[in-house]
């Protein structure tokens, strides 16, 4: 069955880093677009970025341009958020996302609180 483990997340402070890792497993990844979300206390879930099947086209949230970076290793099934210059409005819980078939499947999530 289709599986997406996210790992990564943490406390960091404003301007650090993170890097999130989504291991999928149970369907064909190589061919699948893959998407980031993230959802803060009080608030809607919103789609930070996406990457295509080969990772040749990226979308990202107006929020976060310039300062995350989506990334995939089609050989290992995973996916990456590279987050740079992090803000405290940056702070909620990142979860990945495929879908196959019209089906949506979701990760457990990762926090990610930033905080001075």
């Known amino acids: 069955q289709v599986q997406l483990v996210e790992s990564g997340g943490g406390l960091v402070q404003p301007g650090g880093s993170l890097r999130l890792s989504c291991a999928a497993s149970?369907?064909?990844?190589?061919?699948?677009?893959m998407s980031w979300y993230r959802q803060a206390p009080g608030k809607e879930r919103e789609l930070v970025a996406s990457?295509?099947?080969?990772?040749?086209?990226?979308n990202y949230a107006d929020s976060v341009k310039g300062r995350f970076t989506v990334s995939r290793d089609n050989a290992k099934t995973t996916v990456y958020l590279r987050m740079n210059m992090l803000k405290l409005e940056d702070t909620a819980v990142y979860y990945c996302?495929?879908?196959?078939?019209?089906?949506?499947?979701w990760g457990q999530g990762t926090q990610v609180t930033v905080s001075s």
């Open positions: 996302k495929v879908v196959k078939g019209k089906v949506e499947y």
């Open positions: 149970g369907f064909e990844f190589s061919s699948s677009v």
């Open positions: 990457i295509s099947p080969a990772g040749a086209r990226k």
